[in-house]
């Protein structure tokens, strides 16, 4: 049963003034009228003695220990009332405060715990991934350093350096998307948006990676096919040509052989929707929210060469929130993956 201080006060009250109405009305020096009386002031005495003594030497304090949790809400929650003393129930709503602040500080905890998690599988990732090329072009030219005997002729210690050159490039790149991604999650890159248009960076992604789709057979498509001339938008065009380099490209490496990878461009109002569709085995769901993290694969067999370094899908998803606008996941297991995101166009565009 929950009681408030008044109701406390009340029943022992009535109590102690029921007990001396009794005494007095039942003893021989008082009549019934001033026993009446005498109950009625009784009451009266031993409520407001009761129910000061309660707010003034129990709440008081639970009312302070209040006052300093309104406190810490105050510098979180910014607006908190400063009315401490005598409020209904301060037991109660101690006990509920407490109750309130513990659930949240077990949710930060667990954040942490997650954080921790993070932090601990991305710089395992990091290290795998930085020690892959340089192993390989310590390697390499370690083997050459060793041959004291001239026994590599010249053709090999050329294809070795070759190589170590190669990993040594992969080394650099990483770094770099690294840095990248440092950068964009910091926000100290700004993006410079400039007029440009849309269909001819497009093409010219498909002649870049027009080689890597040959080798599998993959169709590289632009939809819908009655485009116009120019379709302009507002964007950072080097960014932009970064983002669609990625997706198109892991449409490839991630698509069926001898499909299709469609490009497909349609205006909305005053933006620009921008889709890249594969015809691959897609992503499951459990998979779908996490692709855009560091060094996440879907398959984790795959080798660095085949499945990448694992940053790029992380730098487009900045790269376009940067632009104010989320890059969108459709994929349906056995049918392919869908990748959407927007742009604006220039004001001048009706």
């Known amino acids: 049963m929950n009681l408030s201080s008044r109701t406390i006060a009340i029943l022992i009250s009535l109590l102690v003034a029921g007990v001396l109405t009794a005494y007095a009305h039942f003893g021989p020096t008082l009549a019934f009228r001033e026993a009446f009386l005498a109950a009625g002031v009784t009451v009266a005495a031993c409520f407001l003695l009761v129910y ?7 709440f008081r304090e639970i009312n302070s220990i209040y006052a300093g949790l309104e406190h810490i809400k105050r510098k979180e929650f910014k607006q908190m009332s400063n009315k401490f003393l005598f409020r209904p129930e301060p037991v109660k709503r101690v006990r509920d405060e407490i109750l309130l602040m513990a659930e949240r500080r077990q949710q930060e905890l ?28 310590q390697g390499f030219v370690h083997t050459i350093l ?30 770099q998307d690294l840095v990248t991604i440092a950068q ?18 497009v093409r010219e992604i498909f002649e870049l990676l027009e080689q890597q789709a040959a ?51 349609g205006e909305s109002g005053r933006t620009v929707r921008i889709s890249v569709r594969d ?6 769901p459990e998979h779908q929210a996490r692709i855009f993290e560091r060094f996440y694969r879907i398959d984790k067999s795959r080798s660095r060469e085949s499945g990448g370094s694992g940053l790029g899908l992380a730098i487009s998803k900045h790269i376009v929130e940067a632009h104010k606008s989320s890059i969108k996941v459709k994929s349906t297991i056995g049918e392919g993956t869908t990748l ?11």
């Open 110 to 137: 667990d954040e942490l715990v997650r954080l921790q998690a993070l932090r601990r599988e991305f710089l395992a990732d990091v290290s795998h991934e930085l020690k892959t090329p340089l192993f390989a072009a």
């Open 340 to 350: 959407e995101f927007k742009l604006n166009k220039p004001k001048s565009v009706g």
């Open 52 to 58: 000061l003594s309660f707010e003034a030497l129990i």
């Open 279 to 284: 015809d691959g085995a897609g992503i499951a």
């Open 184 to 201: 964009l999650e910091k926000g100290v890159v700004r993006m410079r948006r400039q007029r440009f248009d849309l269909i001819a960076l």
């Open 146 to 175: 060793d041959d004291e005997d001239d026994d590599i002729d010249l053709a090999t210690r050329r294809k070795f350096l070759s190589k170590a050159a190669a990993s040594l490039d992969t080394l650099d790149a990483l770094v």
């Open 215 to 265: 080798r599998r057979g993959t169709a590289l498509e632009l939809f819908p096919p009655n485009l116009p001339a120019e379709l302009p938008v507002v964007a950072d065009r080097n960014r932009i040509r970064q983002v669609l380099v990625n997706l198109i490209d892991n449409a490839i490496k991630y698509g069926r052989e001898n499909g299709r990878v469609i490009v497909a461009l």
